[in-house]
């Protein structure tokens, strides 16, 4: 499948790199793997103004119940394209109940910036349960991401990693790409500055619950939540949790991250509203009836208020196929 | 090229003036000699965020004449890259003496500069001794014109704590007596496991010249940095914001709220949100 290929760049003077490649890639000289013009976009051509397609407007429209994210994500984004002195990678950490839209983010911001969205040569997802699956193997994982990350930056800048189920990743394999993140102006003769790095988990989620279920309680509308309500807690919270890939991590002791980004867990009115886009995605007719059967369908949190979808939006699909 | 070096430390540095007039008298000392005895080697100590790597780049950037490649002098090692793994000491021993030497022969005023030391594995650090001390020459090779510096988040509660102190008691920020920090530093930074001079020879034997102690930063000094993050992204200098942005970051102690416990990071990402 994938093998591992040496590149020397002793004409530049930053000695060896090693190369994820296909079989094929692998045959082709070194010279043939250029960065393709098109598909890794320059940040002189690529500015906050050119992001396709709308990063806001996708947003607005797709994602539910989460006014905060709208707001964070795209300031974050379109700051970060628009800032040619950034002097370290955009880091989003992205969390929250599960069905909350956190992968979905991902997969928008991914097709905002490159043509072929998540399917782009410079869109890199790693799955901790997929690609670090055993704790004894944490050197060579090391080992493989870093030269996979300094890899793919030297030949594309404006690279886009995302890592989902960071809260099943070993603790101390995320503090080996660190020094990506930093502040550094070059590692190895390789600039990482218009990197881009998404992480998804699902620590701190119950922080946030205890957060907006508070609001609820006290009779205040969802809305009103600020990001500040949550954050500072959420940064303590994920820290200190030893089952997240963050925990004692130097990524939060040193403000590596640039944006904790919360997803509130789903209420009823939104779990209509996915099954509304799914039931239309597929060409069919809106039902009222089909949403409400739905949404009274999937369990709901907690015991005796019931507000928030166990779920979130997920199993909508497979619901959905029972009534088509 | 001093007078370059202090004027863009002097501009670009927020709040820490003692440690500029350590480096300062440290780098005029040491290149006002034709031949150094001994090797500069600095130690940079201090929170997050206070400026210590910023100042070991403009050193970088103001010790060698513009035209030339810089790369092929400044050697910038990432502990957490660059010896990853425990188990590899011997070998990263012999590479980082192989690499020093092979580069101080090429061009003796070279420049190292070691990063995240607090991740360094004990021992490691010792390797170099050799080539930090009072020779004429090692195998052939002048190591007394290169520039070693170290930097640690270590030792960076202790600075704090002095400077608190101060504060409290109504002193000044610039009277802080430089000797007492230093030797305390030392002290310090030897007994702390976390750090890459844990019980190290190098601090035993004296190896490093000048431990340069990087204060907490204040609110005026947040202010600063949020104003120049606003004037390089190309927006308004709004005072308003720059008091917001400032006051939300300096947090420490939880009461007094007297410093910025990440310095000056974070400051772009809080610019970008409330544009």
């Known amino acids: 499948?994938?093998?591992?290929?040496?590149?020397?760049?002793?004409?530049?003077?930053t000695g060896s790199m090693w190369q994820l490649v296909t079989k094929a890639e692998a045959l082709q000289p070194v010279s043939a793997i250029r960065r393709d013009p098109v598909a890794c976009p320059l940040s002189s051509l690529l500015t906050a103004r050119s992001l396709r397609p709308a990063l806001q407007e996708n947003l607005d429209k797709k994602l539910f119940g989460q006014h905060l994210v709208n707001k964070v994500v795209v300031k974050a984004v379109k700051g970060f394209l628009n800032n040619t002195n950034a002097k370290k990678p955009l880091a989003l950490s992205l969390h929250g109940w599960t069905g909350t839209g956190k992968n979905f983010v991902g997969r928008i911001v991914a097709e905002s910036i490159y043509k072929r969205g998540l399917r782009s040569k410079y869109v890199h997802q790693f799955v901790a349960t997929l690609h670090f699956p055993h704790a004894h193997s944490i050197n060579l994982y090391k080992d493989q991401l870093q030269s996979w990350i300094r890899g793919n930056v030297s030949i594309c800048p404006?690279?886009?990693?995302?890592?989902d189920e960071m809260d099943k990743m070993h603790a101390g394999l995320i503090d080996s790409i660190k020094p990506f993140l930093d502040y550094y102006e070059l590692l190895d003769g390789v600039s990482y500055r218009q990197a881009i790095f998404i992480f998804l988990s699902n620590a701190g989620a119950e922080k946030i619950t205890e957060v907006a279920l508070d609001f609820w309680r006290n009779g205040r509308t969802r809305e009103d939540i600020q990001l500040t309500d949550i954050q500072n807690a959420l940064s303590v919270s994920v820290f200190n949790n030893k089952n997240s890939g963050f925990w004692h991590s130097t990524l939060?002791?040193?403000?590596?991250?640039?944006?904790?980004?919360?997803?509130?867990?789903?209420?009823?009115?939104?779990?209509?509203?996915?099954?509304?886009?799914?039931?239309?995605?597929?060409?069919?007719?809106?039902?009222?009836?089909?949403?409400?059967?739905?949404?009274?369908?999937?369990?709901?949190?907690?015991?005796?208020?019931?507000?928030y979808s166990d779920k979130g939006c997920k199993t909508v699909d497979a619901k959905l196929d029972y009534y088509f | 090229r001093q007078a370059v070096i202090k004027m863009d430390l002097d501009r670009k540095v927020f709040g820490q003036h003692l440690a500029i007039q350590i480096v300062l008298r440290a780098l005029s000392a040491n290149m006002r000699s034709k031949r150094?005895?001994?090797?500069?080697v600095m130690s940079f100590h201090g929170w997050t965020g206070t400026g210590k790597s910023f100042v070991s780049s403009i050193i970088a950037e103001n010790l060698y004449r513009l035209n030339i490649p810089r790369r092929k002098f400044v050697h910038h090692f990432s502990t957490v890259l660059h010896f990853p793994h425990l188990s590899h000491i011997h070998l990263y021993k012999e590479q980082l003496q192989n690499w020093i030497r092979g580069n101080v022969s090429a061009c003796p005023r070279s420049l190292f500069i070691f990063a995240e030391m607090d991740q360094m594995p004990h021992g490691l650090i010792d390797s170099i001794m050799p080539f930090l001390g009072y020779h004429e020459e090692i195998d052939g090779v002048y190591y007394g014109k290169a520039i070693f510096i170290f930097l640690n988040n270590a030792g960076g509660d202790k600075i704090t704590e002095i400077a608190l102190d101060y504060w409290r008691s109504l002193k000044r920020r610039e009277d802080i007596p430089v000797k007492k920090l230093q030797?305390?530093?030392?002290?310090?930074?030897?007994?702390?496991?976390?750090?890459?001079?844990?019980?190290?020879?190098?601090?035993?034997?004296?190896?490093?010249?000048?431990?340069?102690?990087?204060?907490?930063?204040?609110?005026?000094?947040?202010?600063?940095?949020?104003?120049?993050?606003?004037?390089?992204?190309?927006?308004?200098?709004?005072?308003?914001?720059?008091?917001?942005?400032?006051?939300?970051?300096?947090?420490?102690?939880?009461?007094?709220?007297?410093?910025?416990?990440?310095?000056?990071?974070?400051?772009?990402?809080?610019?970008?949100?409330?544009?």
């Open chain 1, 158 to 163: 404006r690279s886009l990693f995302i890592f």
């Open chain 2, 36 to 40: 150094p005895r001994k090797p500069l």
């Open chain 2, 183 to 275: 030797s305390l530093l030392s002290e310090e930074i030897f007994r702390n496991r976390n750090s890459g001079f844990f019980h190290s020879q190098l601090i035993q034997k004296n190896l490093i010249d000048y431990f340069i102690p990087f204060l907490p930063l204040e609110y005026k000094h947040v202010r600063q940095c949020v104003r120049e993050e606003l004037r390089m992204q190309g927006h308004p200098e709004d005072e308003d914001l720059i008091a917001e942005i400032a006051l939300a970051m300096t947090d420490y102690p939880s009461e007094e709220r007297l410093y910025s416990s990440k310095g000056c990071k974070t400051v772009a990402s809080r610019v970008a949100l409330s544009i």
């Open chain 1, 252 to 307: 939060i002791d040193r403000n590596l991250i640039d944006y904790f980004v919360p997803f509130l867990p789903l209420e009823y009115k939104h779990v209509k509203m996915c099954v509304k886009v799914e039931i239309e995605s597929r060409g069919y007719a809106v039902d009222e009836d089909i949403l409400t059967r739905i949404a009274n369908e999937m369990t709901y949190f907690p015991r005796e208020e019931r507000i």
């Open chain 1, 1 to 13: 499948l994938l093998n591992w290929r040496k590149i020397s760049f002793s004409a530049l003077g």
